[in-house]
């Protein structure tokens, strides 16, 4: 924003001081003027000569004496104003230097003021927070841009080398060329519609309604069963009513993305996924655990990241796009809800989605 020239907040607070002081001096003058005027006679004796002196003498004698103090005190409070003023903005300096720097891109840097507790240090305080959390916000960004850009190219290049050996070929058979097209264009289309869906999370563009995270358990659980017996995977569900707050269709995606994860990252044979849900102290929590292998915790706390998948998610037919559990976790944070990820002792993974419910809830 352009503004035009102005004073600075040091040369304001200098000009403030020095005024206040130059107030108090000329009171605190008329006061002892007033006193010698109006409170001691007409004629008084002076303490260094028997002589009289009325009052007209007093005045033209003090009047002098009270300019060279006043003259005294502008001096004195602009020079004490414009020290007692810097030191002040002192630390309102550094942080403008701060964002300053974090205007070019640097977002390393801190401001990291020192002392004690006072205005100037919460504010400090809050930037730092501040610059931490975009720096790191930008980081993911980056990486989610670096990653999306590299799943978005592999499907193009495999279309590119299809249709160029098909070019270089004219006999080989079309029914290959096309089914082989339909699968890339089809991860394609999956891996275009995640990203959308998880444009939407994030920004929480969506309307909010009263659910019952129950029945989408019922309703996941039943669309993904052939996918469980398939893969020789059975499923459970358990649990009360969970009235929650949100949009339906996107809880519906949440639930469907676990159960999913939960049948296709299991044991080869006789798996089984549990889902738990229940109203515990005004929130709903949602629970999926399922067999599978022992999953160290150091990799489980990168599964919500995108395009995070380990070598045998990556070979699987069932792989999806990478974007499933952090799909989930967008989802789950646009609810004001909390996603946490726990290894089981026995193998395979507990996943606890907890978001408000109706009595913390508010509809939009």
């Known amino acids: 924003m352009a503004r035009e020239p102005g004073l600075s907040v040091r040369l304001k607070l200098t000009l403030s001081y020095a005024g206040f002081v130059m107030l108090a001096g000329t009171l605190l003058l008329l006061a002892v003027l007033a006193f010698y005027l109006y409170f001691l006679p007409n004629g008084w004796i002076s303490t260094e000569g028997n002589f009289w002196i009325n009052r007209p003498v007093l005045v033209r004698a003090f009047v002098p004496m009270m300019a060279a103090v006043l003259v005294f005190l502008l001096v004195f409070g602009l020079l004490g104003g414009w020290v007692l003023a810097g030191r002040m903005l002192a630390p309102l300096t550094r942080i403008t230097d701060a964002t300053r720097l974090a205007a070019t891109g640097s977002l390393a840097h801190r401001v990291r003021l020192p002392g004690r507790t006072d205005e100037f240090r919460e504010l400090a305080d809050a930037f730092d927070t501040m610059l931490a959390r975009l720096e790191a916000h930008v980081a993911e960004q980056r990486r989610f841009a670096a990653n999306a850009s590299h799943e978005l190219r592999t499907p193009l290049a495999i279309t590119q080398s299809l249709l160029d050996v098909a070019r270089n070929d004219p006999n080989r058979p079309a029914d290959e060329l096309d089914e082989r097209l339909h699968v890339v264009n089809t991860r394609a289309i999956r891996l275009t519609e995640a990203l959308l869906l998880l444009s939407r999370a994030d920004q929480r563009s969506f ?125 789950t944070y646009a609810h004001d809800g909390t996603l946490t990820l726990t290894p089981r002792p026995e193998g395979g993974l507990r996943v606890t989605v907890r978001m408000p419910g109706y009595a913390t809830g508010k509809s939009k």
């Open 207 to 331: 309307r909010r309604d009263r659910v019952d995270l129950s029945l989408i358990v019922e309703e996941a659980a039943e669309t993904l069963l052939p996918l469980a017996e398939k893969h020789g995977v059975s499923i459970e569900t358990a649990g009360e009513l969970a009235p929650a707050i949100g949009s339906e269709a996107l809880l519906l995606q949440l639930t469907t993305n676990l159960l999913h994860n939960a049948i296709v990252h299991n044991v080869p044979e006789g798996g089984s996924v549990q889902l738990t849900t229940g109203a515990r102290g005004g929130s709903v929590v949602l629970t999926v655990e399922n067999t599978g292998e022992h999953l160290p915790p150091q990799l489980v706390s990168t599964l919500t990241e995108p395009f995070q998948r380990g070598t045998e998610r990556i070979r699987a037919d069932h792989a999806g796009v990478g974007l499933g559990l952090a799909i989930v976790q967008s989802i």
